[in-house]
Nanobody, 125 residues
């Protein structure tokens, strides 16, 4: 089992940056594929980014490629999401997620087993 706690959300202007963190409990953090998802008001939850257990492989939704970077520090049991060039359409609750399996080829179909409680990101225009 792993428990996930997100932090780092907030209010930022268009073009600004934020870094989200997700702290995980448990001694097997380095075994998990980690990911970030988001849910905007009135919309379904969508995949944002994922990183393999080693950090060697990263995956991104087309909407955030080139702007967001996912990384992890297995010594600190933490995964990060650096978000640059933020847009109003990035406004959402961002969720950290974990799964022992790698994500499927169709990333939008990935449903991890473990989820955090979410952190709000609001981008003002």
């Amino acid at each position: 089992q792993v428990q996930l706690v997100e932090s780092g959300g907030g209010l930022v202007q268009t073009g600004g940056s934020l870094r989200l963190s997700c702290a995980a409990s448990g001694r097997t953090f380095s075994s998990y594929t980690m990911g970030w998802f988001r849910q905007a008001p009135g919309k379904g939850r969508e995949f944002v980014a994922a990183i393999s257990w080693s950090g060697d492989n990263t995956y991104y939704a087309d909407s955030v490629k080139g702007r967001f970077t996912i990384s992890r520090d297995n010594a600190k049991n933490t995964v990060y999401l650096q978000m640059n060039s933020l847009k109003p359409e990035d406004t959402a609750v961002y969720y950290c997620a974990a799964d022992l399996r790698p994500p499927p080829l169709l990333l939008r179909l990935w449903v991890p087993s473990h989820w955090g409680q979410g952190t709000q990101v609001t981008v003002s225009s």
